[in-house]
DNA sequence: ATGGTTTTTACTGCGTC
DNA sequence: GACGCGGTAAAAACCAT
């Protein structure tokens, strides 16, 4: 029986045991625990497991040399400007020196400094234009927007350009919209960042369909091996604890609850927001902050019944609880 | 596509204000 | 009588295979 009914939510469990083994090695991410991977290309080491970067720019990308005057740089500089990933191609597209002077520092004739000025407005153009690049930068623009419409922070924007890039990189997105792709990112960011959104938050936001979410997001969780724990139902607490209005202590209470239910194996195969939502409702009973299932189910958009199946489980777990 | 599970929908009965 | 709550059955949604 528990074969089948804990199949759907209990990855956790799987990866809490990996958590565990790959405890003794070295390279472990600082955020979830995951396991690190250095991307030589790019030289960073990032979290296989939320894509946060831990280590940007191994390579020192500063000269080697010292110049004393501005002379002297001139001659010893053989490189670029250092690399940034806050740019949509990372600084390295060609750039044509605005200064009117050839390789050696002479003046240009009239008629050359016409034709560079033709370049450099092309080469504006082709910089920006180059298909992926454009995609990136529209899709960042998009991240950015629905992130902010659903109030998550900076660090949850930065994991989902992380991801999106990677997904550009591995070639994911033929066949797929932009908007799916960067919505599928977002949202897998903020699971990865413990403040998730459902589904039906993101699809306000989003240009696409929930379906569409969900597959594509699939699809790249599957693709780049990103291993994103089920949501954690205290996760949700908070925000539907001020959603409604009600005490620090009934988040106290309700967390308890979820905490007591997790030892007891209850939450095992049950949507994660359904649990929250229970046990901000069980809570608001215990601590005489009453509000309404149907407010409950409303902010957390869950159906009632739900929320009667699961507080019941829960206020069961708490009675086999020994302590209390 | 299928089968098994969870969640939702819709409806009904009960007690209270 | 409206409302909150509880329960049930059937439909829908979901997920792994």
Redesign the pocket.
């Known amino acids: ?1 528990t074969d ?2 804990t ?2 939510y209990t ?1 956790e469990r799987d990866e809490e045991e990996n958590e565990q083994s790959t405890e003794d090695e070295t390279l472990v991410c600082p955020e979830c625990g995951g396991k690190l991977a250095s991307d030589s290309e790019h030289g960073e080491t990032v979290c296989k497991e939320c894509g946060l970067v831990v280590e940007e720019d191994e390579i020192d990308p500063g000269p080697e040399w010292r110049a004393f005057d501005s002379k002297e740089k001139d001659e010893k500089s053989r490189v670029g400007a250092p690399t940034t990933n806050m740019m949509h191609d990372k600084g390295l597209s060609t750039n044509i020196g605005w200064q009117d002077k050839d390789a050696y520092g002479n003046a240009l004739s009239s008629r050359q400094r016409e034709k560079m000025q033709r370049l450099r407005t092309w080469n504006e153009r082709f910089r920006t234009r180059d298909s992926k690049e454009r995609n990136l930068k529209q899709a960042l623009g998009e991240i950015d927007r629905m992130a902010s419409a659903l109030g998550l922070p900076e660090n949850v924007r930065e994991t989902a350009s992380v991801i999106y890039r990677r997904a550009l990189e591995e070639d994911l997105l033929p066949g797929r919209s932009i908007e799916g792709v960067a919505t599928a990112s977002l949202y897998a960011a903020a699971r990865k960042a413990g403040t998730p959104r459902s ?1 039906d938050e993101l699809t306000t936001v989003s240009r696409v369909e ?2 569409e979410i ?1 597959r594509t997001y699939r699809y790249v969780v599957r693709e780049l091996n990103l291993e994103i724990k089920p949501a954690d139902p205290e996760s949700y607490v908070p925000r539907f604890v001020s959603d409604l209005d009600l005490s620090e202590e009934v988040e106290r209470r309700a967390r308890q609850l979820l905490q007591n239910a997790k030892q007891e194996g209850v939450h095992s ?3 994660p927001v ?1 649990l929250a939502a229970a046990a901000v409702y069980a809570s608001s009973l215990l601590t005489n902050e ?5 407010e409950v189910s409303e902010v957390a ?6 929320i ?5 489980e829960l206020l069961e777990a708490e009675e086999s609880v020994p302590g209390l």
Do not use: F
């Not at 009453?290 to 149907?294: D, E, H, L, N, P």
């Not at 958009?301 to 739900?306: A, C, D, G, P």
């Not at 009667?308 to 019941?312: E, L, V």
């Open positions: 029986m089948t009914t199949r759907r990855r589904l929930k379906d969900a195969g049950k949507s359904g009453k509000v309404t299932q149907s958009n869950i159906s009632e019944v739900t009667r199946n699961r507080y019941h």
